[in-house]
Nanobody
Framework: QVQLVESGGGLVQAGGSLRLSCAAS????????MGWFRQAPGKGREFVAA????????YYADSVKGRFTISRDNAKNTIYLQMNSLNTEDTAVYYC????????????????WGQGTQVTVSS
């Protein structure tokens, strides 16, 4: 079983930045993929970004491309989401997820989830 713990959420004004972290523990394989999702009040959970441990390939939703950066630290078994130029539409609970089944933007493609961390962007 893989356990994921997010941190770094908080309140920030529009135009500001935040960095989210997700520490993973448990069984890790070469096909390990981790991603970030978010869910705003009254909305479904949507894909934000993903990264492959093998090769470090990254993938982004169009809504965050150019503003958000996903990265990994192999030694710490941790991924990060650097969020710049935040706007009120980025307000949501952000979730870290992991899968051993390959890169996907679908919620159903991920097997493990963190508890979520709240990001609130004020005008």
């Amino acid at each position: 079983q893989v356990q994921l713990v997010e941190s770094g959420g908080g309140l920030v004004q529009a135009g500001g930045s935040l960095r989210l972290s997700c520490a993973a523990s448990g069984r890790i394989f070469s096909s390990y993929v981790m991603g970030w999702f978010r869910q705003a009040p009254g909305k479904g959970r949507e894909f934000v970004a993903a990264i492959r441990w093998s090769g470090g390939n990254t993938y982004y939703a169009d809504s965050v491309k150019g503003r958000f950066t996903i990265s990994r630290d192999n030694a710490k078994n941790t991924i990060y989401l650097q969020m710049n130029s935040l706007n009120t539409e980025d307000t949501a609970v952000y979730y870290c997820a992991a899968t051993f089944r390959g890169v996907t933007s679908l919620v159903g493609g991920y097997d493990y989830w963190g508890q979520g961390t709240q990001v609130t962007v004020s005008s």
